[in-house]
């Protein structure tokens, strides 16, 4: 019996932990490749292509990153909706550099 109460009790504690905020979306975020943008990237590239360009759009509000292309091995496209009260410019298009640098941003 207290075998058993010692992993469910575990199990319980790392469920309830990634509900804590910690970082980058969560206690298991950096672990799990989570950020605080609605967008699971796969490598590192895109990681932080997520995050950089997640950064640059939420000065205008709150921020959902829908998709993130690779051009090769030097770019990364992000695209994304900020909600803002202005509909006509709630999309956005960001081109990540491999050197870490923002190129280009444009709202839409």
Do not use: W
């Amino acid at each position: 019996m207290r075998k058993a109460l010692i992993p469910a009790a575990l199990a319980g504690t790392v469920l309830l932990g990634g509900c804590a905020t910690y970082g980058d979306g969560g206690l298991l975020g950096g672990i799990l490749g989570g950020n605080d943008y609605g967008y699971d990237a796969r490598g590192d590239f895109e990681r932080a292509a997520v995050e950089a360009c997640g950064r640059e759009a939420s000065r205008y509000g709150s921020v959902n990153i829908q998709r993130v292309d690779q051009q090769g091995r030097d770019y990364v496209y992000v695209y994304g909706r900020i909600e803002t009260r202005d509909y006509n410019r709630d999309e956005f298009t960001c081109v990540f550099r491999e050197d870490g640098r923002i190129v280009d941003f444009q709202t839409r």
